[in-house]
């Protein structure tokens, strides 16, 4: 049965329906083997970039997270969607940074234009891994690309090399630790194109808000506050975002105090790769078991795994310690986060006073 509500999500006899709850699961053999390959290609990705001494490790230990983590399978159609979105977003950074670099109000309206294609993908359905990967990848490139002492073809090359390795990486964890059993369709969802609209706006305005916000007051230092402020839109709407901040500050807490462990334990010795790899590999498995007991896309346990990538992937180095980098991340994302929460509100009444972009939670009763 349907029951209808109003303009502004509550049911029509004007009681707040309260948030949705997600029990934890029990993992089966399909949710082990994904945790395996999370732990495995972001940890190899971690390797072969220090290995290499390549810049922008956070690409290499990371991306693997994005598509080994919020995809459980490896197919034609996802492989295109990831490569592609790697290609075009670095062709669109390319043409825009290199372009209009020195012109700051251009260069935002056209990443207002590009991040609501993103997200306007997303709330299609079909295409959601090609928007996802390109508002992480076009939020972190515009962030470097937008310093002057940046190398831009250095960035723009990590970020295709990394894309690549992630699904070398890929193919390969699929080969080695395959499923035990088929996996069946994710359920699909039909939206409005009231919703729609509605979903790319305000995610749009937000991401584009959290680029201006970063670069007005010269956050360079703060990747992954930025992040952070992006992740938490992945469920298209304000009450799913509120929810989603709430589990990313779990995470990041408990991914920032992780580090900090490791950090004690290794002490000096954080230069040395091979002691480095096997606590990221520890971690990363703990926080993807996490994420799939979830089963959400964006719950503490995947705010907590991507917070260590970075952690490990951006700040660990012989010259730098996680100490400061763990404690400036903390209340560094909570204030981007609440920021960020604060302008999605705003947007979102906003853009439910015209019926054209106004929101309506169906409520489904069976």
């Given at each position: 049965?349907?029951?209808?509500?109003?303009g502004?999500?509550?049911?029509?006899?004007?009681?707040?329906?309260?948030?949705?709850?997600?029990?934890?699961?029990?993992?089966?053999?399909?949710?082990?083997?994904?945790?395996?390959?999370?732990?495995?290609?972001?940890?190899?990705?971690?390797?072969?970039?220090?290995?290499?001494?390549?810049?922008?490790?956070?690409?290499?230990?990371?991306?693997?997270?994005?598509?080994?983590?919020?995809?459980?399978?490896?197919?034609?159609?996802?492989?295109?969607q990831?490569?592609?979105?790697?290609?075009?977003?670095?062709?669109?950074?390319?043409?825009?940074?290199?372009?209009?670099?020195?012109?700051?109000v251009?260069?935002?309206?056209?990443?207002?234009?590009?991040?609501?294609?993103?997200?306007?993908?997303?709330?299609?359905?079909?295409?959601?891994?090609?928007?996802?990967?390109?508002?992480?990848?076009?939020?972190?490139?515009?962030?470097?690309?937008?310093?002057?002492?940046?190398?831009?073809?250095d960035?723009?090359?990590?970020?295709?090399?990394?894309?690549?390795?992630?699904l070398?990486?890929?193919?390969?964890?699929?080969?080695?630790?395959?499923?035990?059993?088929p996996?069946?369709?994710?359920?699909?969802?039909?939206?409005?194109?009231?919703?729609?609209?509605?979903?790319?706006?305000l995610?749009?305005?937000?991401?584009?808000?959290?680029?201006?916000?970063?670069?007005?007051?010269?956050?360079?230092?703060?990747?992954?506050?930025?992040?952070?402020?992006?992740?938490?839109?992945?469920?298209?709407?304000?009450?799913?975002?509120?929810?989603?901040a709430?589990?990313?500050?779990?995470?990041?807490?408990?991914?920032?105090?992780?580090?900090?462990?490791?950090?004690?334990?290794?002490?000096?010795?954080?230069?040395?790769?091979?002691?480095?790899?096997?606590?990221?590999?520890?971690?990363?498995?703990?926080?993807?078991?996490?994420?799939?007991?979830?089963?959400?896309?964006?719950?503490?346990?995947?705010?907590?795994?991507t917070?260590?990538?970075?952690?490990?992937?951006q700040?660990?180095?012989?010259?730098?310690?996680?100490?400061?980098?763990?404690?400036?991340?903390?209340?560094?994302?909570?204030?981007?986060?609440?920021?960020?929460?604060?302008?999605?509100?705003?947007?979102?009444?906003?853009?439910?006073?015209?019926?054209?972009?106004?929101?309506?939670?169906?409520?489904?009763?069976?």
């Open positions: 049965m349907l029951r209808f509500v109003n502004r999500g509550r049911p029509s006899n004007g009681k707040r329906r309260p948030g949705p709850v997600h029990p934890l699961k029990e993992l089966d053999t399909n949710d082990v083997r994904q945790c395996l390959r999370v732990a495995f290609g972001s940890t190899l990705g971690f390797v072969v970039s220090s290995l290499f001494d390549w810049h922008y490790g956070v690409f290499f230990t990371v991306y693997p997270m994005l598509l080994l983590a919020l995809v459980p399978t490896l197919n034609g159609h996802v492989i295109r990831f490569l592609g979105s790697a290609l075009i977003n670095t062709v669109e950074v390319a043409l825009i940074a290199g372009l209009f670099g020195h012109l700051p251009i260069m935002t309206g056209l990443a207002f234009i590009l991040f609501a294609g993103r997200f306007r993908l997303m709330s299609g359905g079909p295409l959601f891994l090609f928007g996802a990967q390109g508002v992480v990848s076009l939020s972190v490139m515009f962030h470097f690309a937008s310093y002057p002492a940046t190398n831009l073809h960035l723009l090359a990590s970020n295709l090399i990394a894309s690549s390795l992630t070398a990486l890929a193919a390969v964890a699929y080969v080695l630790i395959p499923d035990a059993e996996r069946g369709r994710p359920p699909r969802r039909d939206k409005s194109l009231a919703r729609q609209r509605h979903e790319t706006l995610g749009a305005s937000v991401a584009t808000l959290s680029f201006v916000v970063f670069q007005v007051f010269d956050l360079r230092d703060s990747l992954s506050a930025q992040v952070a402020t992006i992740l938490i839109l992945f469920p298209l709407t304000f009450r799913g975002a509120v929810v989603a709430r589990h990313r500050a779990t995470g990041v807490l408990l991914g920032c105090s992780y580090g900090l462990l490791v950090q004690l334990v290794l002490y000096n010795h954080s230069g040395n790769l091979w002691l480095v790899v096997l606590p990221l590999w520890i971690g990363v498995m703990l926080f993807a078991r996490e994420h799939l007991k979830e089963g959400v896309g964006s719950g503490a346990g995947f705010g907590g795994m917070t260590v990538g970075i952690l490990f992937g700040y660990l180095s012989p010259g730098q310690d996680l100490v400061y980098s763990a404690l400036y991340r903390v209340s560094s994302i909570c204030v981007g986060m609440l920021a960020a929460l604060l302008a999605a509100y705003l947007v979102h009444r906003l853009l439910n006073r015209f019926a054209a972009t106004r929101l309506i939670y169906e409520d489904v009763v069976h």
